[in-house]
Structure formats: structure tokens, C-alpha cells
């Protein structure tokens, strides 16, 4: 005898209605998934989930697969609920840099009992992502920084999906030839949850944004939190992580967070040392699920790392740390 699943409880938006239909039905086939809500469009899907707090929202969108990915990433912050996104064009099978909240397929249109199979897979493993509220009142005074390497946009992209209503200013770090800074910044955009931008000398930091280093030169904070960049000292890694971590401590002291994802090498060691010493929270990427465990792995053995996660679990402790500063 087996034993029942628990409930999924999912919104379905879809405007046509016999898509929506056929959305319902296979849904609900096995069962353990309920539709407890439809709607045609996001007016009445904002209504829907604030008032019966589903466990994932099924939205149907429309245009190209960047359009679907945009539309995701703006309800997932909107709505706080897991999103998945049935797009009326072919998608690739796997969405890419969504992170845990949000995933996107082709839509009932083009669906066989296979895809309707994999479409209840998506929902019962969103079911599972709990998206942090957005943070209300005076702006807390944390500073979060992140550097990566080999394996680091892709890494880049699932953390950034996941810092929706964080109230703390977050700086990048990325080992990239400069000519690519200009895509690097371009595919974080589509991905992230918060607004991206390169990083510009003598820019004081806003709350809920995050910079990105220019490439061949050094991205660190003065101590009036402003973006200082430099090309001193001369270093391997230009942008460096210890340069970026080793200013932060010093501009945040125990409310900064470093973060360090894939790649190869050490950078990165001495800045969250620093950061460590300061009070704040330091936390490594998991071998499982890096590119390359380098860069983690080095920092764990130094003892610079407060906590070691896997990549999906890095924006909720980001979240926490942010918060707890905020309520302390």
C-alpha cells in the first residue's frame, strides 16, 4: 500500500482557456497536485496568490524564451511564489540560471503525456522553495560581496536569482577576460532578481543593488561606502577577491557577508579571513555543485569559511545574515 503525497496547491494562469484546461488536467493527474485557483492574466494571479498562498503559481507567457525568463524573474519577486512559466514557443528542457524559485517550459501547446509528466516533476520540486519576504523599514547597513571563477557566471546567475527584496548592496567579482565584462553584466540582468549594473569609481552603494567589477581592475569599498576601483597592486587575479573581501570587512565589519563560488585557485583566502575576523559570515560553495572546488575548497582549509553550502542554498543564508543585521 502506498502512502499519499502531500498536497501541491498550484494558480494556474493561462488566458486561453482550453490551454488552461488541458494545464489543469495534467496537473492534477497523478493526484498529489491541486489546482486550487485560475486565472487569465497577472492582474487577477496577483489577487489569486495573495489570497490563497499557493505553493507555485503555473503562468503561462508568451514571445520568446527571454521574455519567459524576464516574466519569471519579475513575478517570483512580485508575488514571493515559485514560478513556473509555460511558454508558448519551444524552450530548452532545462531552464538555465532561474535558480530554485522559478523554472520555464514549453506550454500545453506542443505538451504529450511525457511532457506532462515532467511539467508535475517541475512543480512538486518547486514546491520545496521558500522565497524570503521583502525586507520593510530603515535599510540595513550590511554589505555583501561575492567573487567567482572558472564555472562563475552560471554560478553567479542561480545566487543573484535568489537576493529578491535584499536590502544590502551586493559587489561582484568575476575572473573574466575585460572584452567580456560587457555580456557578463548582460546575462546576470536576465537572471537576477535584483537590478545589475557595472560598477563605476566614487558611486555610492544602494541597497538592493548589485555591482559588478569592470574587468582589469581591483573592485573595492572606501570606508564612506563607495565604489572605489583601482589597478593597484599589481595581482594574478585584477579583479581579486581578497582585494574586494579584505574592503569590505574593513567598510561593514561584522555586517559584511562574503561569498565565494567555483573556480580555481586561492583567491579570495585572505579577504574572508579578514571578513571572519571582522564578525561577519563567510560562506563557500559545496564541491557538489561547483565547476571547480579551488577556490572553496582552499578557503574551507584556511579556516576563512563560517559555513559550506550547496548553490541553491547560498541566497537564503545571504538572506538571513541581511536580516538578522536588520533586526538586531
Known amino acids: 500500500m502506498t502512502t499519499a503525497r502531500a498536497s501541491v ?3 494556474v494562469v493561462e488566458s486561453s482557456v482550453e490551454q488552461r484546461g488541458h494545464v489543469v488536467r495534467a496537473l492534477e493527474a497523478d493526484g498529489d497536485i491541486r489546482v486550487v485557483g485560475q486565472a487569465v492574466g497577472l492582474a487577477d494571479a496577483t489577487v489569486l496568490v495573495a489570497t490563497l498562498q499557493p505553493d507555485v503559481l503555473a503562468l503561462g507567457v508568451r514571445g520568446s524564451a ?7 524573474e519579475q ?20 531552464s538555465s540560471n532561474l ?12 505538451w504529450t ?26 535599510e540595513p547597513q550590511g554589505v555583501v560581496a561575492i567573487a567567482a571563477s572558472t564555472g562563475g557566471p552560471s554560478a553567479l546567475a542561480t545566487v543573484l536569482s535568489g537576493l529578491g527584496g535584499l536590502r544590502a548592496p551586493v559587489l561582484v567579482v568575476q575572473h573574466i577576460h575585460p572584452d567580456h565584462v560587457t555580456r557578463l553584466v548582460e546575462l546576470l540582468g536576465r537572471a537576477s532578481a535584483l537590478p545589475i549594473r557595472p560598477a563605476v569609481h566614487g558611486e555610492p552603494l544602494a541597497p538592493g543593488v548589485a555591482y559588478v567589477s569592470p574587468g582589469d581592475v581591483h573592485l573595492t569599498v572606501d570606508t564612506r561606502r563607495r565604489v572605489a576601483l583601482t589597478s593597484q597592486p599589481a595581482s594574478l587575479h585584477r579583479p581579486s577577491a581578497d582585494q574586494l573581501f579584505t ?8 555586517a559584511s557577508v562574503g561569498v565565494v563560488l567555483t573556480g580555481m585557485g586561492a583567491d579570495g583566502v585572505g579577504g574572508l579571513t579578514a571578513i571572519r575576523a571582522a564578525g561577519g559570515l563567510t560562506l563557500a560553495q559545496d564541491e557538489a555543485t561547483s565547476a571547480v572546488f579551488g577556490m572553496p575548497r582552499a578557503a574551507q582549509l584556511a579556516g576563512a569559511v563560517t559555513r559550506v553550502l550547496a548553490l541553491h542554498d547560498l541566497a537564503r543564508a545571504i538572506h538571513g545574515a541581511t536580516n538578522r543585521r536588520r533586526s538586531a
Not at 519577486?77 to 514557443?89: G, K, R
Not at 535558480?99 to 506542443?110: H, K, N, R, V
Open 75 to 94: 513575478m517570483v519577486v512580485e508575488l514571493a511564489t515559485p514560478v513556473l512559466a509555460l511558454a508558448d514557443t519551444e524552450v530548452p528542457r532545462q
Open 247 to 254: 574592503s569590505v570587512a574593513r567598510a561593514a565589519g561584522a
Open 66 to 72: 527571454d521574455a519567459g525568463h524576464r516574466v519569471v
Open 113 to 138: 503525456s511525457e511532457h506532462e509528466a515532467d511539467a508535475r516533476k517541475r512543480v512538486r520540486a518547486l514546491r520545496g522553495a521558500t522565497i524570503p519576504p521583502p525586507v520593510v523599514g530603515p
Open 9 to 11: 496547491r498550484v494558480v
Open 99 to 110: 535558480g530554485a524559485f522559478a523554472d520555464l517550459m514549453a506550454g500545453p501547446g506542443s
